[in-house]
DNA sequence: CGTTATCTTGACTGCTGTCAAGTTATGTGG
DNA sequence: CCACATAACTTGACAGCAGTCAAGATAACG
């Protein structure tokens, strides 16, 4: 892991997990007292950059991770150097491959973010032990399947347009929950990481956020900020 | 469910069970015998056409089913008619989404099949009382994640002429496993469902499959059987 | 204030989609 | 067995959406 671009501090007892984002989270939330004392004795927390590498594609990884806040990005990279982002994590979720310690794919920082990092033979002790905390990670592992579902649609079927939209409309339900009509968010990925999220061209998802802007859906500030003034016509865009 | 179209029969007893091919799959291989034989009394067995829904997109569905025998295909489709293909399901594979009676996408046979239908109550509350099932399933999730991760990567950033070539692999790679070189195997998807598997068109499909037979990677009898002299070099066409 | 990274915009190319015609396989009725 | 109809697939001509290449604008940073 990449330890040299992170500050590490313990988090040695439950006193700090009381207080912790991902307290109630998919896996702390399935323990019982003993088992996140012991949990919370293995883990330590760290604060990584925006764009620092957590999990390596292609390595063994011996760690999971909780995110306490931040956003991850989940990518696949070719031999060529082409890439896909095939999925975003939010705190608090769970971050690694259950079972498999050989990862398939990169987790990355994609904003500047904080994670709780424990190692993978104690979770996976825990898990053979804890059939709620299985029952948990399974239904993780169910919505994040239906996650990657639904963006495959937008991946093979949408235009770029939509996909833009989709985009905007994914961050806007995940990062802050608003009630109101007029949402805002600041996006946690640059337009080179959108593109690879959405198999566009850098230059395509500039354009189209352009045209965005300029019929009135979104408004735009410092580029990364975005406001959407009424969400249902954001939803109209994407046609789903 | 489509009854209609479908021939029923019951398998009453653990002695049908004894030569199924789903008896070492996800569920059955995760139970003793008692769960087994609950299981067995029932479970029903049905012959589905090829085209014919198993579960509808939108729907409630109360059952859960093993594939015996053919191909299934997980499909989304959007008001417009736009659809995407997000997933096949070979024999064994296990059908539907464990703790969420409401699908989100169609399950529909591509080829002719024979499954084995089971209530969700039933398996809900022996999933709970089964450890071993729990993460027998929970596994096959992770799978599915996992197979629709490398999807998404042939979705965004694949040429037409690599998605093409990379469901020739997908198909070979499932369907017969071959130890010669030469592979040869019946596609189990029409070009219209190869279009929406991959995010093309039929004609683009049409003009791919020509291209790959024109420069030798394959040799195409009879529309749907395809023959790979060299499956190395098909993988070279994927890059990846 | 200069340098660099990120983003936007413009001109043009090309891959894939659209539309249409033709071909091959399959099934039905005479 | 043949004529016909239908469905599935292929091929061709053309169009358009998104990619490529290049220049310019804006923000971030030292």
Not at 120 to 131: A, K, N, V
Not at 201 to 223: A, M, P, W
Not at 224 to 236: A, G, Q, Y
Request: glycine letters at 6%.
């Amino acid at each position: 892991m990449d330890v040299a671009r992170s500050k590490v501090s313990y988090a040695g007892t439950p006193v700090a997990c009381a207080s912790c984002q991902a307290r109630h989270g998919v896996v702390c939330g399935a323990l019982w007292s003993g088992q996140l004392r012991e949990l919370g004795r293995q883990s330590l927390r760290r604060t990584v950059d925006a764009g620092s590498e957590i999990i390596a594609q292609g390595s063994e990884s011996s760690f999971y991770s909780n995110i306490m806040r931040g956003v991850v990005k989940l990518c696949k990279v070719m031999p060529d150097g082409r890439q896909q982002i095939v999925g975003l994590q939010f705190a608090p979720d769970f971050v690694g491959r259950p079972f498999v310690p050989e990862s398939m794919l990169s987790a990355q920082a994609a904003t500047d973010a904080e994670i709780c990092v424990f190692p993978r033979d104690l979770l996976d002790r825990m898990i053979s032990e804890t059939p709620k905390l299985q029952r948990s990670l399974h239904d993780q592992a169910l919505k994040e399947l239906d996650a990657a579902r639904e963006w495959m649609l937008t991946l093979g079927r949408r235009t770029a347009e939509e996909k833009v939209a989709s985009l905007l409309h994914l961050i806007a339900t995940h990062a802050e929950p608003q009630t109101a009509t007029t949402t805002s968010f600041d996006l946690p990925l640059s337009r080179a990481e959108i593109a690879d999220f959405l198999g566009l061209t850098i230059e395509t998802v500039s354009r189209q956020l352009t045209k965005l802007r300029k019929s009135g859906v979104i408004r735009i500030e410092n580029f990364r900020h975005i406001i959407v003034p009424d969400m249902d016509e954001l939803e109209r865009m994407i046609s789903a």
